[in-house]
T-cell receptor, first 113, second 114 residues
Framework: DAGVIQSPRHEVTEMGQEVTLRCKPI?????LFWYRQTMMRGLELLIY????????DSGMPEDRFSAKMPNASFSTLKIQPSEPRDSAVYFC???????????FGQGTRLTVV | GQQVMQIPQYQHVQEGEDFTTYCNSS?????IQWYKQRPGGHPVFLIQ?????EVKKQKRLTFQFGEAKKNSSLHITATQTTDVGTYFC??????????????FGKGTKLSVKP
């Protein structure tokens, strides 16, 4: 298996623009997580899905952030409009029912200027 | 809210020295996990501890779960340059949770001088 695949790996955008991050979880995994990593705040859980249904989005910082999982093999995290303070590395991770470890993608490094 | 705290934040060691990072939770954990993130990389699962007082070893790495299941430690014996990275502990967001809805500590960044 190719593991969790995220795209793009790097994104530089101007403040106010819409940004969409994409994730393909490992086939057969029924949990998907979006994390944000910054030096100041570390790894923060933004939202997670179980069987494509959002379970907990309490970590989503504000209404500018939204996430969807239209099917078992694809999820998006959208920021609209983006702000410089959104600059961070965004990780997607997936796990399988009954198993504990989360498998992380390579991450998307987002820079908002 | 629930917090997972790690100390130290940074550790610089000479190659061959030992290294320990400590993890403390504000609540009792049903399990604790450890991850390693190499510079520029992504977190990679190392191990999970479930039982009170559990000790597990992976070569030069020793993981321990406290008796009260609120703290844990990772000890590396005779560090090597390949050990460089940030080590995170993580606990389930909800007691009894077993899936990856994890709360991560801030991590301990280890640097090893050859």
């Amino acid at each position: 298996d190719a593991g969790v695949i995220q795209s793009p790996r790097h994104e530089v955008t101007e403040m106010g623009q819409e940004v969409t991050l994409r994730c393909k979880p490992i086939s057969g995994h029924d949990y998907l997580f979006w994390y944000r990593q910054t030096m100041m705040r570390g790894l923060e859980l933004l939202i997670y899905f179980n069987n494509n249904v959002p379970i907990d989005d309490s970590g989503m910082p504000e209404d500018r952030f939204s996430a969807k999982m239209p099917n078992a093999s694809f999820s998006t995290l959208k920021i609209q409009p983006s702000e410089p303070r959104d600059s961070a590395v965004y990780f997607c991770a997936s796990s399988q029912q009954g198993r504990t470890e989360a498998f992380f993608g390579q991450g998307t490094r987002l820079t908002v200027v | 809210g629930q917090q997972v705290m790690q100390i130290p934040q940074y550790q610089h060691v000479q190659e061959g020295e030992d290294f320990t990072t400590y993890c403390n939770s504000s609540t009792t954990l049903s399990n604790i996990q450890w991850y390693k993130q190499r510079p520029g990389g992504h977190p990679v699962f190392l191990i999970q501890l479930v039982k009170s007082g559990e000790v597990k070893k992976q070569k030069r790495l020793t993981f321990q779960f406290g008796e009260a299941k609120k703290n844990s430690s990772l000890h590396i014996t005779a560090t090597q340059t390949t050990d460089v990275g940030t080590y995170f502990c993580a606990g389930p967001l909800y007691y009894g949770g077993s899936q990856g809805n994890l709360i991560f500590g801030k991590g301990t960044k280890l640097s090893v001088k050859p």
